[in-house]
């Protein structure tokens, strides 16, 4: 009887997500430096890269005092790198099915 293995996480996203250590930096309180300097750490570490790194680093900076939970940090985390993705962001277009 086969084992039921967890599917690797596939794609960008499900990779950062992988990645990306929210729950153990930030436990409560206000978003300060030392959080961010983290954040971006394991951000370029997750392929993100350095650009969009500062990127998503800046726009964090100025929704800190807003910030006061895990929550509020990832939804502003999502909503950076929706940002970032928009632009470039294209249909997914299937091949033509040839018989």
């Known amino acids: 009887m086969p084992v039921n293995q967890p599917t690797p996480a596939t794609g960008f ?3 950062l997500r992988e990645r ?5 930096l930030f436990t409560g309180g206000r ?14 570490s ?21 910030i ?8 502003a985390l999502k909503a950076s790198l929706v940002a970032i993705l928009r632009p470039v962001a294209k249909p997914r277009q299937s091949p033509p099915v040839t018989h």
């Open 20 to 24: 990306l250590k929210l729950p153990t």
């Open 68 to 75: 006061g939970d895990g929550a509020a940090l990832r939804a």
């Open 13 to 15: 996203l499900a990779r």
């Open 31 to 44: 978003v300060d430096e030392v959080h961010l300097e983290e954040l971006e750490t394991q951000l370029i």
């Open 46 to 66: 997750a392929d993100v890269g350095v650009d969009a790194s500062a990127r998503i680093i800046a726009d964090l900076r100025r929704e800190a005092p807003h």
